[in-house]
């Protein structure tokens, strides 16, 4: 099975900008997490998603957005963006619910804000 | 909240030392318990994970980890280190029930030298 691949790879954007993040996950996972990953913070849980649902949320402001689609590709959307949302955003899918299941990650999109 | 400490930042070995990374863990329930690792350019990959039952769990390229409850532990052993184990080992936690995100320790660099 192919793995869980994210799209763009590398994206450069700047401030007050918005920006979409794409994950297809391995096939036949229903569930799609979101994690941002930074040297000061390491990795955060941002959201997780399963059959279309948001299922979790972690601590992250309403800029942070994400959706899932009937075919469990998920985007992730961050709007105005800042200086402080540069990091490595990995996306990560299960069969089954996170937490249950083993979670195959992806390669990340590296986002800089400028 | 749930929180995993791990103490060691950066562990520096010789080839054929023994390893061992600390984990501890914040929360008196029920709790599903991995150690991931990422080698330089390469995606996060789980080693191992413990749900139930015996508590010594092993896990891929020679690693295991004790599940020590008393001491809200989870740390990860390897009897002689590699080169190529040379990568960050993150150790993470999901509650059994509820919430099931993963939350993630902040990460140790560990670095063989041949």
């Not at chain 1, 309403?62 to 985007?75: A, T």
């Not at chain 1, 709007?79 to 990995?90: F, R």
């Not at chain 2, 896990?59 to 990860?76: P, R, Y």
Request: hydrophobic share 30%.
């Amino acid at each position: 099975k192919a793995g869980v691949t994210q799209t763009p790879r590398y994206l450069i954007k700047t401030r007050g900008q918005q920006v979409t993040l794409s994950c297809s996950p391995i096939s036949g996972h229903r569930s799609v997490s979101w994690y941002q990953q930074t040297p000061g913070q390491g990795l955060q849980f941002l959201f997780e998603y399963f059959s279309e649902t948001q299922r979790n949320k972690g601590n992250f402001p309403g800029r942070f957005s994400g959706r899932q689609f009937s075919n469990s590709r998920s985007e992730m959307n961050v709007s105005t963006l800042e200086l402080g949302d540069s990091a490595l955003y990995l996306c990560a899918s299960s069969e089954g619910l996170a937490g249950v299941d083993e979670q195959f990650f992806g390669p990340g999109t590296r986002l800089t804000v400028l | 909240a749930q929180s995993v400490s791990q103490h060691n930042h950066h562990v520096i070995l010789s080839e054929a030392a023994s390893l061992e990374l600390g984990c501890n863990y914040s929360y008196g329930g029920t709790v599903n318990l991995f150690w991931y690792v990422q080698y330089p350019g390469q995606h996060l990959q789980l080693l191992l994970k413990y749900f139930s039952g015996d508590p010594l769990v092993k896990g891929i390229k020679g690693f295991e980890a004790e599940f020590i409850k008393s001491k809200f532990s989870f740390n990860l052993r390897k009897p002689s280190v590699q080169w190529s184990d040379t990568a960050e080992y993150f150790c993470a936690v999901t509650l059994d029930t509820g919430r099931r995100a993963l939350t993630f320790g902040s990460g140790t660099r560990l670095q063989v030298q041949p």
